[in-house]
């Protein structure tokens, strides 16, 4: 009787290691109609996500996309939390999952992220509503609003903290930059009044982003349970304010959640309750935290390459002295001759890399260059491997403006240079993350000069961030 308890144990045992055995070579060698691109799937589940989140302390290509480079080619295939996906850093393929979006391709995120930002979050929307989200942001971040509105209160909140800051012995850039940001485009978005509000709001945000680019386990203590955490409580403040503004029909418009709550109010509205909320959500986000970055590593990038810093300043002093009211705020005419200040913020967005990939699906198999992309896989353009390529941007670590002269000026994405996306997404922020950075940058060359005081180290996983924060101390100039 023993023996046949045996025998049958063993038997389920072997079948079950043959079943696994089994379902793990399929995980790794996946039926295609062609030939996969090279690469490895990694584990079965986990895939290749513990090298892709590893901390990388340079600003340089990770070393989980550049070892793969090496070994691979410009086109890998890995698996990043459960997903097979296709790495790109050939500028060729870029440009054709850019250019062919809503037809070979769509916006497409790992459900991690889209648990992130919300199911109905901008970026997992298609087609007719997301043009149409698309318009309704443009009222507020497009070029005529900043021209007429923006750009003013923007030169006036970064002349206000700037000085404030230089009241203090010291302060930390990264969290300074993102409250100015925040405060600002927060009132714009949502009436946001920092002295009549608590910082529950921001603090929510700011747990939020801590785990945003993080290791996926929602376990209490890790940062991706903290940025759930933070999007849940943010979340909250917005729900309800959307019902008291609702149930307050004789509300005046003013500010973007107005505008979104005219929609709603529609006969026939054309989005929802979800859309609006995960909208406001990902705005309120963006608005601040990737400039506040970017501005971050270039006040460092400045500080560390002194013939960058005296032609920006010889630009803006130049500005100053032309005006017949010295301290009058900056004009669109003044913002628009910012040439050199424009070459600038492009070497700063190329060499920060705030997006390390965009993600996007395949929805038919895909043939590029000998290789199948099958249908339903991902597909990550990588902008660090362009941007930091060599053989397209000669010493492309080095802060180096002057490579931009002379160049036509970039209002979209292009095959060497994506940081703020391509095709028909875009980044609808643009302008304003360029305006607010050509602004803070004026105001700080022009009125003062300042001095590391610690930190400043950077790690991606693989967004950036700097875990020792960045000091500095400012000093008015007479």
Not at 242 to 248: G, W
Not at 355 to 380: C, H, N, S
Request: hydrophobic share 45%.
């Amino acid at each position: 009787m023993e023996s046949l308890v045996f025998v049958a144990v063993w038997t389920v045992t072997l079948a079950m290691v043959m079943a696994f055995i089994m379902w793990a070579y399929r995980w790794s060698h996946p039926k295609v109609n062609g030939r996969l691109p090279p690469g490895s799937l990694g584990l079965p589940l986990l895939g290749e996500t513990l090298q892709f989140f590893t901390p990388n302390p340079t600003c340089d290509v990770s070393p989980f996309v550049k070892n793969r480079l090496d070994r691979y080619g410009n086109i890998f295939k890995t698996s990043i939390v459960g997903r097979s996906v296709v790495v790109s850093a050939d500028p060729e393929l870029n440009y054709y999952v850019f250019q062919q979006e809503g037809k070979l391709f769509e916006s497409w995120y790992p459900d991690t992220f889209t648990e992130i930002f919300g199911r109905d979050n901008v970026g997992s929307l298609h087609g007719f509503m997301y043009k149409y989200l698309k318009t309704l942001v443009l009222r507020l971040y497009g070029q005529e609003n900043l021209k007429a509105v923006l750009l003013a209160e923007t030169d006036r909140a970064c002349h206000a903290s700037l000085a404030s800051w230089a009241s203090r012995p010291s302060v930390e850039l990264k969290d300074a930059i993102s409250t100015m940001i925040f405060d600002l485009t927060a009132k714009k978005l949502i009436s946001y009044e920092p002295s009549k509000s608590s910082e529950t709001l921001r603090k929510n945000f700011v747990a939020f982003i801590r785990g945003l680019i993080s290791f996926p386990v929602d376990i209490p203590g890790t940062a991706y349970h903290e940025c759930m955490q933070g999007r849940k409580n943010a979340m909250k403040v917005l729900k309800k304010m959307m019902q008291e503004r609702m149930e307050d029909t004789g509300r005046q418009s003013e500010d973007f959640f107005d505008v979104l709550i005219e929609e709603l109010r529609r006969e026939k509205p054309v989005m929802t309750e979800a859309v609006a909320l995960d909208l406001m959500f990902v705005l309120l986000f963006a608005s601040f935290e990737t400039t506040a970055l970017a501005l971050t590593l270039g006040v460092k990038l400045l500080a560390e390459n002194p013939r960058v810093l005296q032609a920006l300043t010889e630009e803006h002093e130049a500005i100053v002295s032309n005006k017949k009211d010295r301290d009058a705020g900056l004009t669109w005419t003044d913002y628009k001759s910012m040439t050199f200040t424009s070459q600038v913020i492009l070497e700063i967005v190329r060499l920060a890399n705030i997006v390390p990939g965009i993600f996007r699906k395949a929805l038919q198999d895909i043939e590029f260059k000998g290789y199948t992309i099958p249908a339903g896989w991902g597909v990550m353009v990588c902008p660090p491997a362009v941007h930091l390529n060599p053989e397209i941007y000669e010493d492309p670590l080095a802060l180096n403006p002057w490579r931009w002269q002379d160049k036509a000026e970039i209002t979209g994405g292009t095959k060497h240079f994506m940081a703020f996306g391509g095709g028909l997404r875009f980044c609808v922020g643009t302008d304003l993350s360029k305006v607010l950075m050509a602004t803070f940058i004026h105001c700080l060359v022009t009125k003062f000069s300042w001095r590391t005081i610690k930190g400043g180290n950077i790690v991606r996983t693989p967004g950036l961030s700097f875990p020792d924060g960045f000091h500095i101390q400012l000093f008015p100039k007479s």
